[in-house]
């Protein structure tokens, strides 16, 4: 495995999806962190270009090399994660902001362990009844006001209800809006009717994207590739002794699934059958998640954008009760446990695993 | 690495307007600012606009001109991207008023810090480790034992820049005479106008404090007021009064060149003798950068540096 630590050299831009036209609709936005699919692509072209000879307009000799528009070729991916370096140099990688999150000031807690909710209670949602993630009668309890992101480090702190202390969103990256106009180089005027705005994300110092992958021969230990939209430029550096967060195997008996990445999902919020992905008898108890946000972006094999895809956020937070002896159910050698019933091969629904 | 990199530096010959198009504050039109830190930049898009024009080209350099920068018709932007990435022209020096030696060139760790990151992707050591001037404090500064900077007041030695004084760092100034001596050779045109240039920057060279850096670079800027008169009564017409900052001249700039192989399948070349070609075409060689390049604003030396 290879993970690589990307940091801007200016300015990022990751399209949300939003059609765009200079004339018409004139204000491009972006997202932050991209998905996977962002990196997905970004790294299999940089593969694709620099470390092989294959001519890019032969369709089939690029198939063979990184894979085809159907396919994702050898790639297995985890990430991309927002990861900073602190004063001293050492990475520390961020959790979006967890779903079940209260905040106390830049403190994060997490909101009270679910209870069993009583045996009168009845609801006509289509699904099994879950025990409420929230409890009245505390005073001063309410959900994250502002975006405070949690160090991974802290999560097993946080998964046992301590409170820890959260990273304000605005200190990781700000918008940095900028107009755009064509030019008519003949005359040297501005072309009629094309001016446009862009919102492009400005990294903090020492703020980046933290990504692992296995299967591709990837030589370089420092370098520079193209990430997202205009190519602009990320400088990547290898992490050489950077390990995951463990996932409990056997899973304990209460445990939490929190999403690193979005995750796709048959049945909306959540896969068609958990016994895709736990071996063993395994409980969903209760769930605390976001709005969904949309996964799309252009197929540039096709030349086509592809379909659109209502994706479960990062941050999102799943509790479980294995009955008996569970165990995550690993789909390779690749040390990132992926959640997902689309794209886990390359980084949908990295999550990590605490006990509660 | 993307194969091949180089510093693309961009020294200005006159005021530089690289302007936003929107206005907060009290001038009305100002210049493209870092979010974050507040420092000047020209953003890529400018800067890549401005060297494809530069390089525009006919016959068989055409299609090495296309597979660089990609298609020029937008009909025909789909078929391939092209192979260059440019970044943001980043500050590197700034021209701050002296009450010795005219004017300074002033540069911060930070500043320092970023010029060094880039060089080293582009294969190039140096200038200098940002580090050694991690210690400077606000109203310190470094420069050369030769420094034209240097006023003597009593028994004091210091720096007048503008109307703040600052006291020398004198153990730093052998790092400042490597910095200055790595900026005169890959940052400066080689051309023979600016050998004064290269004799003295030494001589102006003063690294301050990144607060200090930074409060000169927002408020030292040049700010013009224009106005527009009616033809009739030569008076100001109603309402036509306006103000644009610009970056001064003899201000440096940087950002990086990276390429990779050709994607268009007309153009099977490598990364090195693409951006070889490129090289030759833009090193030494002024460009107008910003608006206003009628009124005589916007010129700049180019200077590509590269292993």
Redesign the interface.
Known sequence: MKTLFLEP???WLFRDGRPFTAGQQFRAASRFPPSPLVMQGALRT?HL??HSRV???DTSAVAATVGGPDDWGPLRLAGPLVARRDETGQLEVLLAPPADATTHGRQLQRLPAPKEPPGWLRMNAPTPLLFPLWETGEEGLEKVSQRMWLRLAALPAYCQGESVFGVRQETLW???V????A?D?SR?TTREGLYYEARYV?P??GVGLLVSFTGLDWP?E?????LGG????A?FEELASFVPPPIPDPLPERFVLYFLTPAIFAQGWQPYDWRTVFDGQVELVAAALDRYETIGGFDIAR?SERPAQRAVPAGSAYYFVARGTARPRWSSEFPWFTVSDWGREIGFGTVAIGVW | MAEACALLFAYCETPLHAGTGRALGTVDLPIQRERITGFPIVQASSVKGVLRATTQTNGADAERHRALFGPDRPEEASSHAGCLQVTDLQIVLFPVRSLSGVFAWTTSPTALARLGRLAQLAGIEGPVDPTRFIALQPGQCAVTSSSALRVQAGQQTGVVLEEYSFTLVSELADHVSVLAEWLTAHALPQSPEYSWWRENLAKHLCVLADNDFRDFVLYGTEIEAHVRLKDETKTVDQGALWTTEALPAETLLVGLLAATRSRYDKMNEGAQSLLGWLTGKLDGRRVRLGGDETTGRGAVALRVARV
């Open positions: 050299l200016d300015v940089h270009i620099v001519p890019v307009w700000e918008d940095e900028r107009i755009g106009i030019q180089s040297r400005r903090a110092p370089e420092t370098g520079v590739l193209a205009e190519r602009r430029s400088r030349g």
